[in-house]
């Protein structure tokens, strides 16, 4: 009987280069003017600064605020990404004295709304970004007016900015994803083997993506291609 | 200027790090080489304690294998480096009354910029005769009115005339919750004294939404001496509320009665007219050619609040200027779809399932079935194809959820609706009507 590759004593070490969230291997036809529209944060002196991005999830805005980090830190900005998902219980100030950053990105901002304390900490943070014309990027999954806020100058000056919806990627915006993210790791995927994996597995594109990293990693220390058996059999009872 | 050191060690950080990690506790930071030391800037105490914790260990290893003959010590603290040609700081630091005095205005909020109408020319009048006699008309001057009416565009075009009229005045706009908040950490660093010395030392304080100063009973206490103070010294106080201020609950009498010494202004929502004039004026500060009735549709359509009247223009100006297009009224309206359309709602199997089946006039149970009679394989077939449109799940998920199907039945469903949709017009519609209930 043969052995699973998942047995094998050859499992690489989980250590590998990470590609980055960046405005190329974001796909989305769609969002071009919003891409365009971000690089261009680096040199905009004037106005607007402020973005508002909504979508479901997997619509790629957690993405798109790490491309903006990832863009501009390389001109030399000082950034920061906050995923408020994760600092929900967190205290408000951590949001203290951020407007001395050049660019404040907040994903899923939704997950503090409704809190007195966040809503002000927000607040004091969108309000300070604004006056020192310094570029704010928020996300939500709903657009301003139907996020549920109790501080209403909150709503306000979100809805402020520039408001864009990111659409979800149908299935072939996710084949291309899957393959632009394999590819910048080194991988070559067939169009075979994304078919598969989006008839077969959860077609969210943060999964496919996890699943793609560990292809790519027995892929590595096996010496085998990704094939449709490949897959198979690596990701046998997952 | 960066730190090459410093870059290289982010550079290294790169492959160990995951992007969140990077991008939350690393990126954050500022270098600076000085004295053989990399000093870490962490702009508050929560980056500093986490980066302390998790990473400077590691940091301080590369450091050391990156130094050579630089910096090889590494230490980690707050502060902030902002270049000299940077934007004032939000609010001026309290206890900083030697160094030049910096205002924080923006420059776009002036009275030429904002548009006078039935609605607001009476607070509008008022601000232009303090603008123009700091502390010698009305004093306070109190403009209070929903959000989003241009009550902080007044502020500013005040504050940026005084400015006009005498460069050197010491003029400061300021957040009430800015206030709290400074006087909250002057407490916390026992600089309070300074706290006091700098708001005493203003001339003209625009303060913003006092509404926020409500239960916060040792803020109310500080504003007003502070408040006393500048009015005792003839220096203007304008301030701004969000509703007549004795209906603001929380707020000490002795503070409310302050507020109305000098003359309180109502700022009333634009009416239509207003709203398209405000639209017309921000497109040619834009420089932008704005058809009228493309005015007229953002103004009927936008009638909650002026800021994001702006917000709906920009995206306008945004999306033509992308794409090279004339702005027209087609074009405005298929820019602004996505603020003008409902939420997504979230989608669920179930809620497919139930659309379907009330649309079709058939009961759930029927696609859960194994019956093949036409009047249920075509529902479920279409129910199977909109759940892969509308939601994340698998195909062997879905078929599951449909009576224990297998992946392949769903995937021939959703050929099927693909190839009925292109040979059957009513198919198509029906589908399109699905869709639209189901997302909209």
């Not at chain 1, 990404?81 to 203290?96: G, K, S």
């Amino acid at each position: 009987m043969n052995s699973s590759p998942l047995d094998s004593a050859q499992r690489p070490l989980d250590i590998v280069l990470r590609p980055h969230a960046t405005f190329d291997t974001f796909v989305s036809p769609e969002d071009h003017e919003l891409v365009h529209s971000l690089k261009g944060l680096a040199r905009a002196t004037g106005e607007p600064r402020h973005y508002f991005l909504w979508g479901r999830t997997q619509s790629g805005k957690s993405h798109l605020l790490q491309a903006v980090c990832n863009h501009l830190a390389r001109t030399g900005l000082r950034t920061v990404f906050l995923p408020m998902r994760e600092f929900a219980a967190a205290d408000p100030n951590l949001l203290n004295d951020l407007q001395h950053l050049d660019v404040v990105c907040m994903d899923d901002i939704d997950c503090v709304l409704g809190q007195g304390g966040w809503e002000r900490a927000l607040f004091r943070i969108v309000n300070d970004m604004w006056l020192g014309n310094k570029a704010l990027v928020v996300s939500a999954s709903c657009k301003p007016g139907d996020l549920d806020i109790g501080l209403a100058d909150l709503a306000s000056r979100l809805a402020g900015g520039l408001v864009y919806r990111l659409s979800s990627l149908t299935d072939e915006q996710k084949k291309l994803a899957i393959r632009l993210h394999a590819q910048a790791r080194g991988l070559e995927v067939s169009p075979e083997v994304c078919s598969y994996l989006l008839r077969r597995y959860p077609r969210e594109l943060k999964k496919l993506v996890e699943i793609i990293d560990k292809l790519d990693n027995y892929s590595l220390a096996l010496q085998r291609k990704i094939t449709v058996p490949f897959v198979r059999s690596v990701l046998a009872g997952t | 200027m960066t730190s090459a050191l410093w870059n290289s060690c982010v550079h290294q950080l790169e492959s160990e790090l995951s992007e969140q990690q990077l991008n939350t506790w690393i990126r954050p930071l500022h270098a600076i080489e000085q004295d053989g030391e990399l000093i870490l800037l962490a702009p508050n105490r929560f980056v500093r304690d986490s980066v302390q914790s998790q990473f400077l260990e590691r940091i301080d290893e590369l450091v050391q294998t990156n130094s050579r003959s630089q910096a090889s010590r590494v230490s980690l603290e707050i502060g902030s480096h902002e270049p000299a040609a940077a934007a004032p700081s939000s609010t001026p630091s309290p206890g900083q009354d030697t160094k030049p005095f910096h205002h924080n205005l923006n420059p776009y909020f002036t009275f030429e910029t904002f548009v006078e109408g039935k609605s607001n020319q009476l607070p509008r009048a008022a601000a232009l005769q303090v603008a123009n006699n700091p502390g010698r008309t009305y004093n306070p001057l109190l403009i209070y009115g929903g959000v989003g009416l241009g009550k902080t565009h007044l502020l500013h075009a005040i504050g940026n005339q005084i400015l006009e009229d005498n460069p050197s005045a010491k003029v400061t706009y300021l957040h009430s919750e800015r206030f709290v908040a400074d006087m909250i950490k002057a407490l916390q660093h026992n600089t309070i004294s300074e706290f006091k010395r700098h708001y005493r030392s203003i001339e003209t304080l625009l303060i913003d939404d006092i509404q926020f100063f409500a239960r916060k009973e040792r803020s109310q206490e500080e504003f007003f001496h502070t408040f006393n103070s500048l009015l005792e010294g003839q220096r203007q106080v304008i301030l701004t509320c969000d509703r007549y201020p004795k209906d603001v609950e929380g707020l000490e009498e002795r503070l409310r009665s302050r507020f109305s010494w000098g003359l309180t202004q109502a700022i009333e929502p634009p009416e239509l007219e207003t709203r398209v004039a405000i639209v017309q004026n921000k497109a040619e500060l834009l420089h932008v050619k704005l058809p009228s009735d493309v005015a007229f549709f953002i103004g009927r359509r936008i009638r909650s609040n002026i800021r994001e009247l702006e917000g709906a223009l920009r995206r306008v100006v945004a999306n033509a200027q992308f794409t090279g297009s004339a702005i027209t009224l087609e074009f405005a309206k298929d820019a602004l779809q996505d603020l003008l359309v409902s939420q997504d709602k979230m989608v669920t199997l179930d809620n497919i399932q139930k659309t379907v089946a009330e649309y079709c006039r058939i009961r759930v149970s029927d696609l859960h079935s194994p019956r093949r009679t036409r009047s249920v394989t075509r529902p479920r077939q279409i129910a199977m194809a909109l759940s892969k449109e509308l939601t994340n799940h698998s195909l062997p998920e879905i078929g599951s959820a449909f009576g224990g199907r297998d992946h392949t039945t769903v995937l021939h469903a959703c050929r099927r609706i693909s190839e009925l949709r292109e040979s059957d017009a009513q198919i198509n519609n029906d589908y399109i009507n699905l869709l639209r209930n189901l997302s909209s």
